[in-house]
T-cell receptor, first 112, second 114 residues
């Protein structure tokens, strides 16, 4: 039973346009949601997070939106750049020092 | 954020042998975890490495196959024992500092079993 789902395995976007990556979850006890970026041959790099008590968090070109009633979150990247091409993982955790639960990832390709 | 050094970065091993992966952190961290990423799949938690006591394993993972040590707050090892080709994966060490919600990762160990 997958608690965190990323239903789009891949996404292609033109440079300069907006990239929207989606994530759904089933566990209403999750307290934090995080996005990670992963290049080949590297470990995941933390991008941005959001607490369950908020609905939006912004950091530069990256914005995460949380819709608790729909159990859905999304990552917006604008403007998209070729260097953003990577696999993006959605992750969630309960409160306390609990481990992260990951989605399967979405491969983003930003085309120049 | 903590700087995590994971060794080796990659290895090719014969089936039936064992490999020990090391994770060294430059600061004391609250929690250390080991994950596996099989080809095309998500990151799956193997176990939580507990300092000074036995690791806590997730369903489907056992200590005999994946023994873990954590002798102090900055270091942990994961051993993949009696390897088979199905163990070919990327193995990742992850740490959490204090009460921060973020977890940070080492660069991973790409293991190929032939």
């Amino acid at each position: 039973d997958q608690q965190v789902k990323q239903n789009s395995p891949s996404l292609s976007v033109q440079e300069g346009r907006i990239s929207i990556l989606n994530c759904d979850y089933t566990n209403s006890m999750f307290d934090y949601f995080l996005w990670y970026k992963k290049y080949p041959a590297e470990g995941p790099t933390f991008l941005i997070s959001i607490s369950s008590i908020k609905d939006k968090n912004e950091d530069g070109r990256f914005t995460v939106f949380l819709n608790k009633s729909a159990k859905h979150l999304s990552l917006h990247i604008v403007p998209s750049q070729p260097g953003d091409s990577a696999v993006y993982f959605c992750a969630a955790r309960n409160s306390g020092n609990t481990p992260l639960v990951f989605g399967k990832g979405t491969r983003l390709s930003v085309i120049a | 954020s903590a700087v995590i050094s994971q060794k080796p970065s990659r290895d090719i091993c014969q089936r039936g042998t064992s490999l020990t992966i090391q994770c060294q952190v430059d600061s004391q961290v609250t929690m250390m975890f080991w994950y596996r990423q099989q080809p095309g799949q998500s990151l799956t938690l193997i176990a939580t490495a507990n300092q000074g006591s036995e690791a806590t394993y997730e369903s489907g993972f056992v200590i005999d196959k994946f023994p873990i040590s954590r002798p102090n707050l900055t270091f942990s090892t994961l051993t993949v024992s009696n390897m088979s080709p199905e163990d070919s994966s990327i193995y990742l060490c992850s740490v959490v500092e204090g009460f921060s919600p973020e977890a940070f990762f080492g660069q991973g160990t790409r293991l190929t079993v032939v």
